[in-house]
């Protein structure tokens, strides 16, 4: 049984998205395998921040149905170049029940090892939902900022912890929590100024595409992030052009019907996806708005003669990069799962049908191609070669130099 320092998969977990051939070995490695990440590495490989990908990989790859000797060598693949978790702080776990010294602690990485035994104890004491609510979800300044905190580093802490819930693993929630606390808060202002701005009466509420076209047409918004600003959010969007994004993120707004029964309430559920989707439209802007070419997808032939989700699953979970490409396929996946019952009657789902299995071709195909050192298995020797031979993701995919590069 998982617990709050033991991390234990079953086999016949009931995730969001998962095939049906999990193996009880399968299981038993990739709970070896995080175990030994939980004990020995930092939540970030680098001083810069970079994120330990490895719990996303390995419980990504295994609800994909990879084999246990899979989950090795995706493994190994990135635990070279992880670093030791930093040494706890004398004191600062008890002090860490006092919530100005919590707060005044939050954004030092150095302190992730204090944060990660603090949620650790409180799991063990409370379990792990009813920390997440008083932590994250409650009405205060400590949580507050913690949830902001979930949307920082390019979401890393939110999709760490929406791992640790969808797998009920309490150790990774904890390693999910810590790693909220150790970001940094300068995204708080742009959320509590788009809800101020949404509370006013006379804002609309539109749908996501409607607002990403609106986006897209707006020259000073989507003009607003350089080429080579150091973050495009923060010295891009935010520092040029917050009022016009503000503008457009109030407008999304989700309403308490639309959401599902959980042990989270309702009001904390639709901050959850107000803010994921106010984000989104954030880190849109931010790419230099992209046109979305849907006649791209529609159009597109697949590269592999296999090429139906089952083809594409099997590819998918050897391929050892850092975990980008499996988690992108299963999105899609269960993206194809969950909208299907809406198609007909939401005209706001532009990608519908078959086009989501087009979209996992698309990207396998696109990463078969940049992926230089792939062999005829579909995987490569490790993760660092394929950065020092150029191989990567376009990223910021709305400026010409990104495809230069």
Sequence with gaps: MATQSLINFDAQVDLQFRVSTITPNAASKASELLQENHDKHHIMFNNSGLHNHIVHHICTSLALGAAPDVLEQNYSANNTYQRSPPPLHGELVKDLHDPKVFIRNMYRPEAYSDFLKFFTLEIQSKGYKKVVNEYVFADDERASTMFNRLFAGFLHPVIHLGFGVEFEQPAIIAEALAQTAIHSTWLDQF???????????????DSLMNIV??????????????WDDDNKIRDGILARAKEEMINYACQWQVQADRTEESWIDTASKVKLLTWKGRYDLLLYAS?????????????YSPKHKESNWDAIFSRARIFNDDGHTCKM????????????????????????????LQLANMGEGYIQIV???????????????SRETGAKWVRSAGFDEAWEE
């Design 213 to 226: 076209d609106k986006i897209q047409k707006d020259y000073t918004l989507s003009c607003a992030a350089h």
């Design 191 to 205: 959320f509590i100024e788009s809800e101020r701005a949404a509370r006013a009466s006379h804002i609309q509420s």
């Design 329 to 356: 396929i299963r999105a899609l996946a269960h993206g194809e799962r969950a909208s299907a019952p809406y198609e007909i009657s939401d005209s706001n789902l532009k990608i519908q049908g078959r086009m989501w």
């Design 371 to 385: 992926y230089r050192d792939c062999v005829t298995d579909f995987m490569y020797t490790s993760v660092m070669d």
């Design 287 to 299: 790419r230099r708005s992209p046109p979305l070419l849907l006649n791209e997808i529609t159009s």
